[in-house]
């Protein structure tokens, strides 16, 4: 029975660190697979006074066009350089019109990068202009399947691009994603003019270069000292380079990788196995413990030490790598799953690269170790006596010590872990319920800025047919919607002096924004329903206020850049960004057609499926020929905490199998305990104690432990919990009972199942229990 | 006709849009100004002239490109209208419809 509870726990325990294995490698080796990689570089701009508002970082990834010739005419460490840019092309595709993205790049795109070609030659792939390289599910989209060379592919305008290569998967770690590549020949063509500007703030491009490998760095950096730019507001702006293997990590230079979560994933991963490991030790012991009557008559028969030795040696061995086998599979057979769970894309293969095995290896060796080597050397070198008398599980102070120690780190990793699980899972409760100052149920918004293609006044013709249809409670549109308001211009205002140029966001609405997304007013009133004011409405929010020092908002001026128009009212409370950010100043901005981005439709009834069908044949009967996109406002919202949900499903599912391999390590233990006491509560039970004064005595250290394990796991786990927490400028009160509730879940995964077995052994006979003398 | 007042700069703003086609945003537009005037032209200018011409309806702009850049700044994208278009023809019908009555002994004398 021990063996397979500890087998089980090591199980657990393994196959979850392997999952966790395989996502901290993941992100490790970003971008790795590039066979160039050491050398390769990508060109970022460091623009002084040029962010983006609400963040410090003045870099970005831009060049202009005419870098790539410049440099690699006078700049000789460099080796290879390709310009990379993405259009909008809209491809027919049997009648249907769809809008994809396009990566625009030089010949030496193939030559820099690794992205092999399943069919196709790489070099030559793109040589001819009108050639386009896709991925093997855009052949699938358009062709039907990933055997697309020769085929062709027709653009909106006619235009037709033949197929000269289909991309292998680009693997998840990369992080230049594409699915289309032409080269810019094919671009200049279809374009009919020259695009390539000369002009170094024309920088619409990411240039991407391979550098000779004994380049110093310092000293290059320097030469691009030459090519220093004069930015827009008087600051110099500079190019450097950045290695490969930073881009992932970088956020202050568009990364999207975040160190902290990793930070945990890798902890997390090694306290699970600690605990594993921990728990096998336990077990191991107290198994052999318990053998020590079968070891000693060995001995008496005749067995040296060194044979004892052996035997603990090569069954540790047997079980450990039986366990290491299984959970091998079991990773393999949960991999999809555990996909699925955590929103990842995981190959089963990254698990045999060198490290792994390396580390794998060392942490067999190691097991076989302690949970052979410690009893065999102990118990085969113990008295005889002792041993047939099976005294030696009531083992030596230091050996109990030692498993106490053990259940207490147990313990504590427990409460810690779920502590953080919880403090997740609260924080997304408390985003998912706060009141943002919007509405976000049944709202849809479209992107309608194609309708002006055919006519000025479609976009308020659209409006007007959708607010024909019964199921649609209001329409609104605007520049922007909350979460994705990107644009951002220099407030003006009476007063305002000559160097102070602070950006504020900036949003054009209609008049039914406000109403349409349940923004409430705070001060003043909406805009006015006069057509065409003389002067412009704006309406700010209470940050933007506060920044400007208006002590009576309403009636006051502002606008953006040299335009001055009224405030005419203030709202408060409107997380148009996400809650990790706290609110920035905004002017909301009264406008016509002209500058609207999107529509947003509120819907009645639940059949949201049909209203869209219905709003989509009324876009279709002023744009036949264009695709409408549309997205449900809610679902965007939340892909705001993506990453955050992500770590709280691996929490959970982690302090959850933390929980079960601590478990049944208790439960081993404690299992022994009844063993060893059950002369003991055979005589209390015949004596008449009651069933808690005998659960007393099988787990009065396990409350002591507990204690001292909420203490330290307690206090490392709200410190974590808060450092987290600091992500999020609005966030819930954590309190101790979060501690306190940790505790006690792990007391009852402890309590519970000892209890089990306990009422069965106390059920049992005590007669029998007194006669095992 | 609303406001066929176009000035010079405006109608040269205008056609350039045309030229540039849907990847007419405020530097493009800029350069390939400068490239065909051969003048030197302030961007500032640029921004205002387009933030008018969008005003009158001659011009309609979108942000480029899906916003999963960090903040969002994508380019501000510049198209022409349909008023946009028939101005410009306009004012070419006009401008045309004057040489044409210029007397040919006008170019014969300045040449």
Known sequence: ?773 | MKGTQLGEFEELILLTVGILFDDAYGLAIKDELELKTKRTVMISSVHKALVRLEEKGYLKSHVGGATERRGGRGKRLYELTYSGVSVLCQTREIRNSMWNLVPKIVWERNS
């Open chain 1, 1 to 773: 029975m021990f063996s397979s509870l500890n087998i089980l726990g090591l199980i657990l325990g393994i196959s979850s660190s392997l999952l966790i294995t395989l996502y901290v490698n993941h992100e490790l080796n970003f971008d790795g697979f590039h066979k160039n990689g050491k050398n390769m570089y990508r060109v970022v701009m460091h623009q002084p006074g040029n962010q983006v508002v609400g963040s410090s970082s003045e870099w970005w990834v831009v060049s202009p066009a005419i870098l790539k010739p410049t440099w690699e005419e006078e700049l000789p460490e460099i080796d290879l350089a390709t310009r990379v840019r993405t259009r909008e092309w809209t491809f027919r595709n049997k009648g249907d019109f769809i809008d994809e993205r396009v990566h625009v790049v030089d010949p030496e795109f193939f030559e820099i990068f690794s992205f092999p070609l399943k069919s196709g030659v790489e070099n030559s792939a793109l040589k001819n202009p009108f050639s386009i390289v896709l991925s093997k599910e855009m052949a699938i989209k358009y062709f039907g399947s990933d055997d697309a060379i020769g085929q062709t592919l027709e653009l909106s305008n006619g235009k037709l691009l033949q197929i000269t290569g289909v991309l292998e998967d680009i693997p998840a770690n990369s992080h230049l994603q594409f699915d289309f590549l032409v080269d810019f020949e094919t671009l200049q063509t279809i374009t009919g003019r020259d695009i390539i500007s000369s002009n170094w703030l024309n920088n619409p491009y990411k240039t991407y270069l391979t550098l000779n490998p004994s380049t110093d760095l310092e000293e290059f950096d320097e030469k691009l000292r030459k090519y220093d730019v004069d930015g827009f507001n008087g600051q110099k702006w500079s190019f450097h380079l950045q290695p490969l293997s930073d881009i992932h990590f970088n956020r202050q230079i568009s990364g999207t990788g975040d160190k902290g979560t990793l930070f945990i994933f890798i902890t997390v991963g090694i306290f699970i196995l600690f605990i594993a490991c921990f728990n096998y030790a336990n077990l191991s012991i107290a198994h052999h413990g318990s053998r020590a009557k079968n070891t000693s008559m060995r001995k008496i028969i005749g067995a040296s030490r060194i044979q004892l030795i052996n035997q603990f040696l090569s069954e540790s061995f047997v079980l450990t790598l039986a366990s290491f086998a299984l959970s091998i599979l079991m990773v393999w057979l949960g991999l999809p799953f555990f996909n699925r769970f955590l929103d990842l894309d995981l190959h089963f293969e990254s698990l045999w690269t060198f490290q792994v095995i390396l580390i794998s290896g060392a942490l067999l060796i190691l097991m076989i170790l302690v949970s052979g080597a410690y009893p065999a050397i102990y118990l085969s070198g113990l008295k005889l006596v002792n041993g047939i008398k099976g005294e030696i599980s009531k083992s030596t102070n230091s050996s109990k010590y030692f498993r106490r120690s053990i259940v207490a780190i147990q313990f504590s990793v427990s409460i810690l872990m779920i502590i953080g699980s919880l403090t997740v899972s609260r924080q997304l409760k408390y985003v998912e319920n706060k009141n943002l100052g919007f509405q976000k149920e049944h709202i849809i918004y479209l992107s309608v800025w194609k309708l002006l293609s055919s006519g000025s006044d479609n976009i308020s013709l659209f409006k007007q047919e959708l607010l024909q249809n019964a199921n649609i409670i209001g329409a609104s549109a605007s520049s922007g919607v909350p979460s994705r308001i990107g644009w951002s211009n220099i407030a003006n205002w009476e007063g305002k002096s000559g160097d102070e140029n602070p950006f504020f966001y900036r949003v054009k609405v209609d008049h039914d924004y406000l109403d349409l997304y349940g923004i409430e007013l705070h001060q003043g009133r909406n805009f006015s329903k006069l057509q065409s004011s003389i002067q412009r409405e704006y309406i700010l929010n209470q940050e933007a206020v506060a920044r400007l020092g208006f002590q009576k908002p309403v009636g006051e001026k502002f606008g953006f850049n040299d335009e001055l128009g009224n405030v005419v009212g203030v709202v408060k409370g409107f997380h148009f960004e996400s809650l990790h950010k706290s609110i920035a100043p905004l002017g909301i901005e009264l406008a016509d057609n002209y500058s609207f981005e999107y529509l947003s439709v509120k819907l009645n009834s639940q059949d949201f499926k049909k209203t869209i069908n219905e709003i989509e044949q009324v876009w279709q009967s002023i744009v036949p020929d264009v695709p409408m996109n549309y997205a449900f406002f809610d679902e965007r919202l939340e892909q705001l905490y993506a990453k955050d949900i992500q770590l709280s499903q691996t929490l959970n599912f982690y302090a959850l199998v933390a929980l079960i391999i601590s478990g049944l390590g208790i439960f081993g233990i404690l299992s022994l305990s009844i063993k060893e006491k059950t002369k003991e509560i055979g005589i209390r039970k015949i004596l008449g104690a009651p069933f808690i004064n005998l659960l007393n005595l099988v787990t009065s250290d396990i409350f002591l432990i507990l204690g001292l394990a909420t203490i330290v796991g307690g206090s490392l786990g709200w410190f974590v919990a808060n450092e987290w927490l600091n992500n999020f400028s609005y966030r819930f009160e954590m309190g101790l009972e979060i501690v306190a509730l940790s505790s006690v879940i792990v007391l009852f995964m402890a309590i519970l199942p000892v209890s089990y077995k306990l009422i069965k052994s106390v059920r049992s006979n005590p007669v029998e229990a007194l006669k095992n003398e």
